[in-house]
């Protein structure tokens, strides 16, 4: 019954929008918070399209996950957790740069594989242009990517890659801020409008029940919409490390 009234709202939701014709539109889908539950961690694993998944360090499967999604040939980042998050790994105003070296290290080692890093919520740590500096030269240094999920508008992570030229790009879409297959479909649909306006967009969405099965109805449809599905590392050349409208001027980030 789940299943079907989940088919009627997203045939409500898409009837009658494909667009298979026009400019390209591309789409990178990052899925958060990875690590915590192998179920879950599974589905992610198994959703089709070059999916980035984002494993925390501090979860009891990190490493194990990270190992099996590298196998399946699939992008793995740190999602790196930040103030106002806690834990041993976090980063928090206040921590020495060697402190927070320490703790950036000590992620990569938790999570093998990684091929760059997000932002785990920090609001308040993101908005911290030298620490922002520190971990964009960090990423810099062992040849990693950056990707800003944007939790606050006054991030400065971007805007300090971009400063030094470390490949970095910019979350556009949450999926799931609100967890009703509904909401999640019509996020969806606002990232393949996006996409289409300005040429790509970039996702994030977490392993809730609800989004995992909006994306595994989604997402095999989403060529018919006029949408490719590429890599984040894909999606970073794409962009060329230029910000989007709707986060900085002239390519430039805030």
């Known amino acids: 019954m789940r299943t079907w009234l989940l088919a009627g709202l997203l045939a409500l939701s898409w009837g009658g929008q494909a667009q298979a014709d026009g400019p390209p539109a591309y789409l990178s889908l990052i899925i958060d918070d990875l690590g915590q539950n192998t179920s879950r961690d599974a589905r992610a694993l198994a959703l089709p399209g070059p999916v980035t998944l984002a494993v925390m360090p501090d979860t009891p499967h990190a490493a194990d996950f990270a190992r099996d999604a590298h196998k399946a040939g699939r992008t793995v980042i740190v999602h790196m957790p930040m103030d106002p998050a806690g834990g041993p790994f976090a980063w928090a105003p206040g921590l020495s ?40 030269g960090e990423l810099q240094q062992r040849q990693l990517f950056l990707v800003d999920s944007r939790t606050s508008a006054a991030t400065q992570a971007a805007a300090q890659a971009q400063a030094i030229g ?28 996006l996409a289409h306006k300005q040429g790509s967009a970039v996702v994030i969405g977490h392993p809730y029940p609800q989004t995992l099965t ?14 490719q599905m590429i890599s984040i590392r894909q999606m970073i050349a794409e962009r060329g490390n230029q910000a989007m409208r709707g986060h900085g001027k002239n390519g430039r980030y805030h």
């Open 214 to 227: 909006v994306l595994e109805q989604a997402l095999p449809g989403l060529k018919a919409r006029g949408v």
């Open 166 to 193: 470390l490949a970095s790009v910019s979350r556009d879409i949450f999926l799931d801020d609100e967890r009703t297959p509904q909401a999640i479909a019509n996020q969806l649909d606002k990232a393949v409008a």
């Open 97 to 136: 740069d060697e402190q927070l070296r320490e703790r950036l290290a000590a992620a990569f080692k938790a999570v093998p594989y990684a091929a760059g890093l997000n932002n785990h919520e920090g609001s308040r740590m993101t908005a911290e242009p030298g620490a922002m500096a520190l971990l964009a």
